[in-house]
């Protein structure tokens, strides 16, 4: 049975507002025994369904909200699909699949998928996982990418600091593919709002494997 998770009295309203962080001061109780990564369910006092989300007793942000639809939860499905949205949006409507550019494909909470950031340089994927919950799905991310993009390559990079903030064990590593061999993204065709050295650190960080 999934667990749920009881706000506080007159703490409810920015998650009926689709705030996606329960910090674990607004919670009264937990009812269940959720594990780390598990999926629960988020309830007001007065017990109105809120949302669906992922738990870390870990961590200060307590619940990661996702779905607002009773009748959807979070699951391996639910995560996929909301990839392809994501990836099909930069690529089908803002035009940013050129084969040599760089561009961030998935970008957390804009997309609805907090701690998860994927950025694309060419023919490779740079995959951040900034909560243990997320990163529970990380073979559905990187089977959902190699369906849609066929990179050569998908590489998971970590941010300093998240893995003990979350208690999420991950380094560093080769996902999928190979790596490259020279430099993947020419800096006149990036696309990227921010500094060209994102892309610097990531093709530096692909290299080393």
């Not at 749920?4 to 007159?10: A, C, M």
């Not at 409810?12 to 598990?38: C, L, M, Q």
Request: aromatic share 10%; charged share 30%; with cysteine.
């Amino acid at each position: 049975m999934t667990a749920h998770v009881i706000v506080k009295p007159r703490r409810a309203r920015p998650f009926f507002g689709r705030h996606p962080w329960v910090f674990d001061g607004t919670i009264e109780k937990v009812e269940g025994n959720p594990s780390p990564g598990d999926a629960v369910e988020l309830y007001s006092h007065d017990r109105e369904f809120i949302a669906h989300g992922l738990f870390n007793p870990h961590s200060t942000i307590r619940v990661r909200l996702y779905s607002w639809d009773k009748e959807q939860p979070v699951d391996a499905e639910w995560i996929a699909q909301r990839i392809r949205k994501a990836v099909r949006f930069r690529i089908d409507v803002l035009g940013l699949g050129a084969p040599d550019a760089g561009c961030r494909l998935v970008y957390s909470e804009s997309d609805g998928l907090s701690g998860l950031i994927v950025d694309r340089f060419a023919d490779y994927v740079v995959v951040q996982f900034t909560s243990l919950a997320m990163a529970r799905f990380e073979a559905v991310v990187v089977a959902t990418l190699e369906e849609l993009l066929a990179p050569r390559g998908i590489y998971r990079r970590t941010e300093r600091g998240v893995g003990e903030l979350e208690k999420l064990e991950i380094d560093d590593s080769l996902l999928a593919g190979e790596p490259p061999r020279e430099p993947v993204v020419d800096r006149k065709s990036t696309r990227l709002n921010s500094s060209h050295l994102v892309i610097s650190y990531a093709v530096f960080c692909l290299k080393k494997k």
